[in-house]
T-cell receptor
Framework: NAGVTQTPKFQVLKTGQSMTLQCAQD?????MSWYRQDPGMGLRLIHY???????DQGEVPNGYNVSRSTTEDFPLRLLSAAPSQTSVYFC??????????????FGPGTRLLVL | DAKTTQPTSMDCAEGRAANLPCNHS???????VYWYRQIHSQGPQYIIH???NNETNEMASLIITEDRKSSTLILPHATLRDTAVYYC?????????????FGKGTKLSVKP
């Protein structure tokens, strides 16, 4: 298993540009999520999904869109990049035991710089 | 989900036990204590979790006080590779949506 993969590893954008951060997992996990981590801070939840076709907002959703058309993929779209979105973005996935969600597995991260 | 309080940083000598404390005085009965760590800006890595009993796995031990208001993560023989930021998180078992709320964690520095 490749686990959770993220592309690209690093990206530079200009203010106002749009882009999509890719996240994929090959563990057949129902739950997937996106976090951002600013320097010296913990992770903050952007959006999450509990299954294909189901998404919801986390703590800091403004400026980001998500969709979940397949179990494997959970792309994060930046609609109009702003310098405040400069951060490291992590994708995570987890499976359901039927009654609860199990351990989360994280991807290696995408480092985004918005000029 | 209950909030947690951790020291900002700690040092530990290589080969010694590292004891990382966490306070979670507002924890409720159906909330678990999770520990994750993040090595040098990599993605966080799960370590261990528990409800009320002490837990041990191949990575660490988790000691939860009887009133469940605090816990300690123990790395029995710390190595240089254990240098990382350690996050203590309190949540219902994954939460209804599986969400985890990360604080700033404890930066553990293991020194030779």
């Amino acid at each position: 298993n490749a686990g959770v993969t993220q592309t690209p590893k690093f990206q530079v954008l200009k203010t106002g540009q749009s882009m999509t951060l890719q996240c994929a997992q090959d563990m057949n996990h129902e739950y997937m999520s996106w976090y951002r981590q600013d320097p010296g801070m913990g992770l903050r939840l952007i959006h999450y999904s509990v299954g294909a076709g189901i998404t919801d907002q986390g703590e800091v959703p403004n400026g980001y869109n998500v969709s979940r058309s397949t179990t494997e993929d959970f792309p994060l779209r930046l609609l109009s990049a702003a310098p405040s979105q400069t951060s490291v973005y992590f994708c995570a996935s987890s499976r359901s035991s039927g009654r609860y969600w199990e351990t989360q597995y994280f991807g290696p991260g995408t480092r985004l710089l918005v000029l | 989900d209950a909030k947690t309080t951790q020291p900002t940083s700690m040092d530990c000598a290589e080969g010694r036990a590292a004891n990382l404390p966490c306070n979670h005085s507002t924890i409720s009965g159906n909330e678990y204590v999770y520990w994750y760590r993040q090595i040098h800006s990599q993605g966080p890595q799960y370590i261990i979790h528990g409800l009320k009993n002490n837990e041990t796995n191949e990575m660490a031990s988790l000691i939860i006080t009887e009133d469940r208001k605090s816990s300690t993560l123990i790395l029995p023989h710390a190595t240089l590779r254990d240098t990382a930021v350690y996050y203590c998180i309190v949540s219902r078992y994954g939460g209804s949506q599986g969400n985890l709320i990360f604080g700033k964690g404890t930066k553990l520095s293991v020194k030779p």
